[in-house]
């Protein structure tokens, strides 16, 4: 058999564990040694593989900086940093026609820069910021809508724990993806706002005008978020800049994060003993993930799918724009069944090697590993919120009790087709990516 008969098999029978609901992390390892136990024809070779699998992923240094981005995360979550974060950005806009829910994206990014986390973004402000819309008397549909999609912007803006996967798995400087990650967030955060803008001049009934604040309480608001942006700028900037590494920029982030949830009084010990567990609880998660794609990655090298994959495409004479689409659709179903995680860890070993060998706009290798790698980013998130899974519509969802689940998916609609605008002008625009990479790397 052929390696991409094989690989279809092996994909066959992941997907077969994933309908009777086995863990991703779990499926992955049993596709892949049940593979690798065909391909070798004997048991042998995979124990021998077994015995520094784990080793060799988890004693990996790059790995540390996971932890200390989620700890990061859960100071910001447990410390009420997210309360700070949206009252900022409502003291300015939440006067005007649709203006808590343009806050409530805006809040959203602020809090997904230090978060890393869409799943953690959309909870945590939904928590915040739904009271809020609904005492205006905000539509269902526009708040939890709204609230879905901007938790979407906790795994674009950085830092970004999916991000940080594809630097490890491609080789590829965190440092860089995170500068790269930074404009196309920008115009994710303005897209959103303007379907936001759009909705409500269409419907002023769905989204009123706030309360006006006066410049006192905003520029109070903004001393009280200021630390926070800080910790952002010194975390981006240290590790692109080379004052710090990605490890060690995390843990100044983590460690600053949580002196300021301690002294704004919002991190109390059961707020610190949370943020542990928490964070103990989505490492190991990720780790099993992590250990499940190396078994199914180490199948799939040994099958030489990849390999013929890519040799395949280049020889079909297919419009390296056409094989980009086709990857692009293959991620947004994809999303329909697995997490971003999964996602990347499952497809970046068989696609990077493809679009590596394919020409876009004459770019280098690192130019094009960076523009693919804020590409997948954006579509993995997209499937944060498209039917029928779109985990972040559920989580929006069973915070908002009183709204039916049609109406919030209703209510994503008009961000996904801002979605679709914002990877249409990447993959015309390699440079809203590359721009900031291009411009801090000549400095």
Known sequence: MSGIAVGSLVFAFLLALMVVRIPIGIAMFIAGAGGYVYLTDSWMPLLSSLKNLAYARLSNYDLVVIPLFLLMGQFATHGGLSHSLFRFVSAFMGHKPGGVAVAAVGACAGFGAICGSSLATAATMGQVVL??????????????????????????????????????????????????????????????MIVIKIWVHRNPGAGPAGARVGWPERLRSLVQV???????VVVIVGIYAGWATPTEAAA???????????????????????????????????????????????????????????????GSGLSPFLVMVAILAVYILLGCVMDSLAMILLTIPIFFPVVMGLDFYGMGHEDKSIWFGILTLMVVEIGLVHPPVGLNVYIINRLAKDVPLIETFKGVVPFLLSDAVRVTLLVLFPSLALVLVKTFGAL
Do not use: H
């Open 252 to 314: 100044i982030g983590a460690a600053a994060c949580g002196i300021i949830a301690v002294v704004s009084g919002g991190l109390r010990w059961k707020g610190l003993l949370a943020s542990a567990l928490g964070t103990a609880q989505a490492t190991a998660m990720i780790y099993l993930v992590l250990l499940g794609a190396d078994m199914l990655n180490a199948t799939l090298a040994l099958s030489q799918l990849p390999v013929e994959l890519a040799n395949w495409v280049q």
């Open 131 to 192: 009271p809020e819309l609904r005492r205006y008397g905000y539509s269902g549909s526009l708040s939890t809508g709204a609230l879905a999609a901007g938790g979407t912007l906790g795994i674009l803006i950085p830092p970004s724990v999916p991000l940080i996967i594809y630097a490890i798995l491609t080789q590829e400087s965190i440092g860089k993806l995170f500068m790269a990650a930074v404009i196309p967030g920008i115009i994710a955060m303005i897209g959103y």
């Open 226 to 232: 200021g630390p926070v942006l800080l910790v952002f």
